[in-house]
């Protein structure tokens, strides 16, 4: 195929040999479905189950963010004694810094999704290299090859001693 995108009759567009998945386009997959090797790497169905994966990701820190929220709000502040109040003090230390943990990964699964969207997810940013099925199924937000990955934290390593 030469640079021209192909769109498909269920709005999959092809170009440069990969393929985008509009976040409209809604894919049927297989009950118990996973992608294997030995199917087109980041076909439409794997961009579908990666695409769902990360969605059911994404809502599940949403909805675990919002209930840490809820328990931060509804949360009593006048405890009695200076021991519990350093210990909810702690507490709420910790759910906070998990809050943004859970923001910065939201933020990853939306870049992931915009990936999928432009054709763009599943291969290496650093190389253009196929990430893999596997490692992508481990963490679908990866978005370096397992050897620039390797390289990035040696590099990192070498400029933090």
Not at 9 to 16: A, F, I, L, Q, R
Not at 95 to 114: N, P
Not at 129 to 150: F, K, N, W
Request: hydrophobic share 30%; net charge negative; charged share 40%.
């Amino acid at each position: 195929m030469n640079k021209a995108a192909a769109i498909s009759d269920n709005g999959v567009t092809k170009e440069d040999g990969r393929y985008a998945l509009p976040a409209t386009t809604t894919i049927e997959l297989p009950k118990g479905y996973r992608p294997s090797a030995d199917e087109e790497y980041m076909s439409p169905r794997q961009l579908a189950y990666f695409r769902n994966k990360l969605r059911d990701w994404r809502d599940q820190l949403v909805e675990e963010s919002r209930q840490t929220m809820e328990n931060l709000r509804d949360e009593v502040r006048d405890v009695g004694d200076e021991a519990e109040r350093a210990t909810r003090e702690t507490e709420n230390s910790l759910e906070l810094r998990t809050r943004d943990r859970y923001r910065k990964l939201i933020s990853k699964i939306d870049k992931a999704l915009r990936r999928i969207e432009e054709g763009r997810y599943g291969y290496c940013e650093e190389t253009d290299e196929e990430i893999g099925v596997d490692r992508l199924d481990a963490r679908p937000i990866a978005t370096l090859s397992l050897d620039a990955q390797e390289r990035r934290e040696h590099l990192q390593k070498q400029m933090g001693d």
